[in-house]
């Protein structure tokens, strides 16, 4: 089971830090990710990062300002989000897919493992 939390509302050029934990004892075989869901959108990818925190990937929307890390000793996993812009206001959701290796995933479908959301605002 995942958790996010660390949402709100922040000005433009803020900085938010979102956090996911998870349940259970096996966190390191996952492979985990940040979705986002803007209102009449589809739900798209932001951040992945491998079981061991060794690769990382990002949307060319947010590169450069957004990291993802983990933490496996803590069973969570982080999205550092920084010079935020109106655009990326949107429901985030962390999410878990089991990996055969030290992979990084993009597509949702080999997500299997969903958060509930946190909503994220940002407005002046």
């Known amino acids: 089971q995942l958790q996010a939390s660390g949402g709100g509302s922040v000005q433009p050029g803020g900085s938010l830090r979102l956090s996911c934990a998870a349940s259970?004892?096996?966190?390191?075989?996952?492979?985990l990710g940040w979705f986002r869901q803007a209102p009449g959108k589809e739900r798209e990818f932001m951040a992945g990062?491998?079981?061991?925190?060794?690769?990382?990937d990002y949307a060319a929307s947010v590169k450069g300002r957004f990291t993802i890390s983990r933490d496996n000793a803590k069973n969570t996993v982080y999205l550092q989000m920084n010079s935020l812009k109106p655009e990326d206001t949107a429901v985030y959701y962390c999410?878990?897919?089991?990996?055969?290796?030290?992979?990084?995933?993009?597509?949702?479908?080999?997500?299997?493992?969903w958060g509930q959301g946190t909503l994220v605002t940002v407005s002046s």
């Open positions: 999410a878990g897919g089991v990996a055969g290796g030290d992979y990084v995933f993009r597509a949702r479908v080999q997500y299997a493992y």
């Open positions: 259970g004892r096996a966190f390191s075989i996952y492979t």
């Open positions: 990062i491998s079981r061991s925190g060794a690769s990382t």
